[in-house]
């Protein structure tokens, strides 16, 4: 059975519980931080005397509980042909049963010979803080990219801690075994205060690089755990999959 079918079967299964529980797994949102930032520096030695290009982007946002925007930053010398680009993107959606996040940090640089050096470099990181008031299932689809080669590097992470301790904590790196990592985290949170938080970085040196995570987090209330866990099970495998962003030379 395709994720959209399992979908589209446990989506009313899940409105009804809602409607039958209207308050009872409610997420109540306390805070949130994003940061995109995107640089990018291109430094010519030949021909002399030489000359140092840089740009840069960013937002810093607090507080919100929608966010889709992106930062692009690119440094360019045509006379040496060397150029460098950074790009991060984010989609961040929080409401009272779900998480839902798509973030992306791109850079690369080329450089077709002895003229320069240079650095393409870009950064995501979404924080949320949010409590419960009663016991909540929850089923949490996440998957990781970082993609890089040779000089370039890459980084990813998503993580989720209670006021005592850590939950669980994902991070993926070139070195992870493949560029691509996938994860499901099912359970039960307690009454209290957690902050999920997801980041990607990316810098390249030569060649592009990619760091990307993608979370659907699905919340459902008591009672019925075992039906209810599975229904954000299916919301959590609905999610999009998305190959890295890269550069053909």
Do not use: K
């Not at 937002?59 to 006379?79: H, K, M, P, Y």
């Not at 801690?161 to 039960?188: K, N, Q, R």
Request: charged content about 15%.
């Amino acid at each position: 059975m395709s994720p959209r079918t399992l979908f589209a079967l446990a989506l009313p299964l899940l409105v009804i519980v809602a409607a039958a529980h209207p308050a009872a797994a409610q997420l109540a949102f306390v805070s949130s931080t994003i940061d995109l930032q995107a640089d990018a520096l291109v430094d010519v030695f030949e021909p002399p005397p030489g000359e140092l290009i840089t740009d840069t982007d960013s937002i810093n946002e607090v507080d919100l509980t929608f966010f889709d925007d992106s930062v692009a930053a690119q440094a360019q010398s045509l006379s040496a042909g060397l150029t460098a680009t950074a790009q991060g993107s984010l989609t961040a959606a929080f409401d009272d049963y779900s998480i839902m996040l798509d973030g992306n940090a791109f850079s690369s640089f080329w450089e077709p010979g002895p003229f320069g050096g240079g650095d393409g470099a870009a950064s995501v990181l979404y924080e949320v803080v949010f409590s419960v008031s009663v016991a909540t299932p929850y089923s949490i689809g996440i998957e990781l990219i970082a993609d890089s080669v040779c000089c370039g590097d890459a980084y990813s992470r998503v993580a989720l801690a209670s006021t005592s301790g850590t939950i669980f904590d994902h991070e993926w790196t070139p070195t992870s075994g493949s560029y691509l990592g996938t994860f499901e985290e099912i359970g039960v949170l307690a009454p209290g205060t957690y902050t999920l938080s997801a980041e990607a970085t990316s810098s390249s040196f030569d060649y592009p690089a990619t760091g990307d995570f993608v979370v659907d987090a699905a919340f459902v209330p008591e009672p019925g755990t075992g039906l209810l866990v599975m229904t954000g099970l299916a919301l959590a495998c609905a999610r999009r999959r998305r190959a890295p962003l890269r550069v053909r030379r």
